[in-house]
């Protein structure tokens, strides 16, 4: 066992900007020397001699940029992918599970649950497929429904200590909608054609729109979208009641699409009556997330906190960026809550399409600074709504959002209601799994090694990332409140982090989170006998092998084990 211990680490020697060089890690005991460690023979030499070392010194290298080198793990390019050219695409129809083990992807699958996948067996083979998180969108089904897939996913939680589905209930929001039509209305490019606050109204030139201040908020020369821009239209004049426009792209007009108007978001409150109660379905069924749709400033946010709290429900708040109003205010957004969403189909709407990838980028910089999870939503597989295999570019969309550190990708109606929703699940999974077998062993970005001087969890759970890359090693924490498992994720570790936590909704939440496995365990007041059982179980899940080495990491807000002994890292081979 290796062990860097706190006493030690209170005097750094001031790191380098970007990664360190020639820093000094150093314990009590001298056991095995800068030289043995950074030496692949020396280094199996000492771990070999005998399975508890001490490092005394280690130089810690540059990040590694694809070179592999030799740790007592093997090589730390990870060697444990599924080929990304076995897709069989009579394999992957409705209905049949691929067997998968997501156990070392680390980007996170969002799956939004609809008619396709809401019965007892989708679930299950959702969530062995790699479904990590089930969303509920509100805009759609009613609250049986959504009760019965809460009660299906929680019947499969309930099974297991090492596997877990968060559940996340999207709010419907201030959506602007059309009207409903008894057939749909064929839109010519040219064509005039006009929205009123009249209810009821369905001619061949005019429908009704859900929201009355809709003629108040667009101006002549606006341009309306209808569901997301695949068919617009030019504001002309306006009335009292009465928006007239003319049809830009045309197409078919069906009942309630979606509207929005080119650069600016509703004048709507973010959540609306139905919202709250829809909230309140939530807080009933102990959910794990929501996400606030068309959030515009941190206001909502913190009046959805105060509401919580006044129920004592412990639920995180997920703001889906998708209003134009909210990017002056990102900032203090995404300051007051839990997680964002990048909600690229209504942010495209609202904005210029171009937009969206910058913004994609900078919300993903932005939470990940903070060490908030990101997620990244929309048309990911759309094809495969209706066909077996996904467009190249889909592919590559997948593969940008995980080299951009996003904590998870979202699927939609590619699950909701399409035709190979665990098809679409695996080729997530395959394609970011093969994402992340490329890319470089993570640096730390720059500006962080101020920040964590001050802060002595950071500080461990950087330095524990540093050598667990290094030594090629999986990560495993112990976690009450999950804040050292969510600094271990932020520094992005080669390895999978196994996250024991003993409390069931820190395990619900951390699934969310960049690489982490969170695992439900007791703690007895013994940290060994709790190490002990833990790798036990890592072993007897086939998650760890015996003789490996893994890098153990005790600390954070609340030492679990603080009588006992300060903030530790371990190194340590794993026995029989
Ligand atoms: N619970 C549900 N019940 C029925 N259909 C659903 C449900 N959830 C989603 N769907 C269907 O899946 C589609 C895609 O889901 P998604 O969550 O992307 O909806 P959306 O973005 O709100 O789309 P839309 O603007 O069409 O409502 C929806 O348009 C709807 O047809
Ligand atoms: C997810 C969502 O709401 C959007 O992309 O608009």
């Known amino acids: 066992m290796s062990t860097i211990n706190i006493q030690s680490m209170l005097k750094p020697e001031a790191p380098s900007r970007t990664f360190i060089s020639d820093h000094r890690l150093s314990s009590a005991a001298n056991v095995c020397t800068s030289d043995s460690l950074h030496n692949s ?5 000492c771990l070999r001699k005998q399975n508890v070392s001490t490092v005394k010194s280690m130089r810690i290298a540059q990040p590694n940029h694809g070179t592999k080198f030799d740790s007592p793990n093997g090589p730390l390019t990870p060697d444990k992918l599924d080929s990304p050219f076995d897709l069989h695409s009579s394999d992957y129809s409705q209905g049949q599970s691929p067997s998968t083990s997501s156990v070392t992807r680390k980007t996170k699958i969002v799956c939004t649950i609809g008619p396709s996948t809401s019965s007892r067996e989708m679930i299950w ?3 062995e497929t790699g ?9 759609h089904g009613d609250h049986a429904s959504h009760q019965k897939t809460i009660d299906l996913v929680k019947e499969y939680n309930a099974q297991f200590e090492d596997k877990v589905v968060a559940i996340m209930l999207d709010t419907k929001g201030p959506e602007v909608r059309s009207g409903d039509v008894p057939k749909p209305i064929l839109l010519k490019e040219g064509q005039e054609f006009s929205f009123t606050i009249k209810r009821g109204v369905s001619t061949e030139n005019t429908v009704s729109v859900n929201y009355d201040d809709f003629v108040n908020d667009v101006e002549a020369g606006d ?5 997301g821009g695949m ?3 030019a504001v002309k004049s306006k009335t009292r009641d009465t928006v007239n426009c003319e049809v830009v792209d045309g197409g ?3 009942s309630r699409r979606h509207l929005n108007v080119r650069g600016k978001s509703a004048t709507l409150p973010s959540i609306t009556d139905k919202d709250w109660e829809d909230i309140k379905f939530g807080v009933d069924n102990e959910i794990d997330f929501y996400a606030v749709s068309f959030v515009k400033d941190a206001q909502v946010v913190h009046e959805l906190k105060k509401y919580l709290r006044s129920c004592n429900a412990d639920i995180h708040v997920i703001v889906k960026i998708e209003s134009a109003d909210s990017i002056p205010n990102l900032p203090s957004i995404i300051s007051a809550c839990d997680g964002a969403m990048v909600a690229r189909g209504d942010l495209g709407a609202e904005l210029p399409i171009e937009e969206v990838p910058l913004l994609q980028e900078d919300i993903i910089r932005r939470c990940r600074s903070v060490q908030k999870p990101v997620i990244v939503a929309t048309n990911m597989l759309e094809s495969m709504i209706d066909h077996p295999t996904p467009t190249r570019a889909e592919v590559s969309d997948i593969a940008i959002a995980v080299k951009e550190g996003a904590d998870a990708v979202m699927l939609s109606g590619e699950t909701a209601h399409g035709k190979f929703p665990l098809k679409a699940v695996k080729v997530m999974h395959t394609v970011a799994l093969r994402t992340e077998s490329s890319l470089p062993v993570t640096a730390i970005p720059a500006g962080e090694f101020n920040a964590f001087k001050s802060r002595m969890g950071e500080m461990f759970a950087f330095h524990a990332t540093t050598m667990a890359n290094t030594l090629a090693t999986p990560m495993i924490v112990f976690t009450r409140t999950g804040s050292m498992a969510i600094h271990l994720s932020h520094y992005r570790p080669s390895s999978i982090i196994f996250a024991f936590t003993n409390e069931p909704r820190v395990k619900q939440r951390l699934i969310l989170y960049h690489g982490l496995m969170p695992i439900y365990m007791e703690f007895s007041d013994d940290a060994e006998e709790t190490f002990s059982r833990a790798l036990k179980l890592l072993v007897s899940k086939n998650l760890i092998k015996e003789g490996e080495y893994v890098t153990l990491v ?12 300060s903030h530790h890292i371990q190194v340590r081979k794993v026995q029989g």
Do not use: F, Y
């Open 125 to 127: 083979k959702l969530a």
């Open 41 to 45: 023979r020396g280094r199996r030499k």
């Open 131 to 139: 479904m990590n998180v089930a969303r509920l969108n509100m805009s």
């Open 252 to 254: 078919e007009l069906k």
């Open 223 to 227: 341009i309306v979208l209808v569901d």
């Open 231 to 233: 068919m617009s239209l």
């Open 554 to 565: 005790q600390s954070g807000a609340q030492p679990i084990w603080r009588r006992e002994s």
